[in-house]
């Protein structure tokens, strides 16, 4: 097939582009397209779909292995979702056909999501009309911002390249969903079961407070790791990775519109308004 009519596929995350998780998804789809990535300079995590005013969007070549054929690579300094900006609007010839974020370190889950710079950059691509998935291994805490080869991504690897493949092949998604987020449990392998999802309203992460003598000192927030599911709801991704170890898929929407009933919402507010309360 001539260059020009293969299929472009933007590879991203928030790790930084020298993450193994990157080149791990990289390399499942080769044959598959013309890859490109353009992945942040430095690590990113936590940046959701921010747009620093501070950044330079400088970009640089970068070295893709050499056993990945037809891929073009780029680091550049900004945050996962102005990435995605650069690679659209300077990088890529045409529309991709498809952008990957991922894989990342450490899993995306429940209320906490619209902090990852993994599904941030995946909306970012979805608001600019890209098929996009933000793909997420569990991993320990203590290697959520590492580059260590202890994590195996072979299987979330492969479970993306399928699914990624099958999205570009059929436009079934209902019309609100806009991204597909993928989060593979710990030890996963070729025979470990999916299930689609809905995003717990749980949060796993929750914030500690920094250690310092007074105010003025430097104070980092830190996070402690709660992963017990017992109260997540059932069919939630939460509940699917850390109680049932099965690899989740959640539909989300760029339409964060809440599910109420509009009626008694507008009931609510203008009793509200006539009686002063």
């Given at each position: 097939m001539p260059q020009s009519q293969k299929p472009i596929l933007l590879f991203t995350?928030?790790?930084?582009?020298?993450?193994?998780?990157?080149?791990?998804?990289?390399?499942?789809?080769?044959?598959v397209g013309s890859l490109l990535v353009a992945a942040p300079r430095e690590q990113q995590s936590g940046m959701g779909r921010s747009m620093p005013h501070y950044s330079e969007g400088r970009i640089f070549p970068y070295q893709a292995p050499l056993d990945i054929e037809d891929c073009r690579a780029f680091a550049v300094d900004g945050s996962p979702a102005q990435v995605v900006q650069h690679a659209v609007l300077e990088l890529a010839a045409r529309a991709p056909a498809l952008l990957l974020s991922g894989i990342n370190y450490g899993e995306n889950t429940g209320n906490g999501v619209t902090i990852s710079g993994t599904v941030g950059a995946a909306l970012e691509g979805a608001s600019l009309g890209i098929p996009s998935l933000a793909v997420s291994q569990q991993t320990p805490t203590n290697l959520h911002l590492s580059y260590s080869d202890a994590v195996d991504f072979s299987a979330a690897a492969a479970f993306t390249r399928r699914m990624g493949i099958w999205l570009m092949a059929h436009s079934a998604l209902p019309d609100d969903v806009d991204a597909l987020k993928i989060d593979v449990p710990w030890g996963a392998d070729a025979s470990t079961e999916w299930r689609a999802t809905r995003l717990s309203r749980r949060r796993v992460y929750f914030p500690t407070r920094p250690e310092r003598a007074a105010l003025h000192d430097a104070g980092?927030?830190?996070?402690?790791?709660?992963?017990?599911?017992?109260?997540?709801?059932?069919?939630?991704?939460v509940y699917a990775l850390l109680s049932d170890k099965v690899i989740s898929v959640t539909p989300i929407s760029l339409d964060m519109t809440s599910r109420t009933d509009?009626?008694?919402?507008?009931?609510i507010l203008l009793d509200e308004r006539e009686y002063g309360h």
């Amino acid at each position: 097939m001539p260059q020009s009519q293969k299929p472009i596929l933007l590879f991203t995350n928030d790790d930084g582009i020298a993450s193994p998780g990157l080149w791990a998804l990289v390399a499942a789809f080769r044959g598959v397209g013309s890859l490109l990535v353009a992945a942040p300079r430095e690590q990113q995590s936590g940046m959701g779909r921010s747009m620093p005013h501070y950044s330079e969007g400088r970009i640089f070549p970068y070295q893709a292995p050499l056993d990945i054929e037809d891929c073009r690579a780029f680091a550049v300094d900004g945050s996962p979702a102005q990435v995605v900006q650069h690679a659209v609007l300077e990088l890529a010839a045409r529309a991709p056909a498809l952008l990957l974020s991922g894989i990342n370190y450490g899993e995306n889950t429940g209320n906490g999501v619209t902090i990852s710079g993994t599904v941030g950059a995946a909306l970012e691509g979805a608001s600019l009309g890209i098929p996009s998935l933000a793909v997420s291994q569990q991993t320990p805490t203590n290697l959520h911002l590492s580059y260590s080869d202890a994590v195996d991504f072979s299987a979330a690897a492969a479970f993306t390249r399928r699914m990624g493949i099958w999205l570009m092949a059929h436009s079934a998604l209902p019309d609100d969903v806009d991204a597909l987020k993928i989060d593979v449990p710990w030890g996963a392998d070729a025979s470990t079961e999916w299930r689609a999802t809905r995003l717990s309203r749980r949060r796993v992460y929750f914030p500690t407070r920094p250690e310092r003598a007074a105010l003025h000192d430097a104070g980092k927030l830190g996070y402690r790791y709660n992963s017990d599911p017992a109260a997540a709801e059932p069919d939630s991704d939460v509940y699917a990775l850390l109680s049932d170890k099965v690899i989740s898929v959640t539909p989300i929407s760029l339409d964060m519109t809440s599910r109420t009933d509009m009626f008694r919402l507008r009931q609510i507010l203008l009793d509200e308004r006539e009686y002063g309360h």
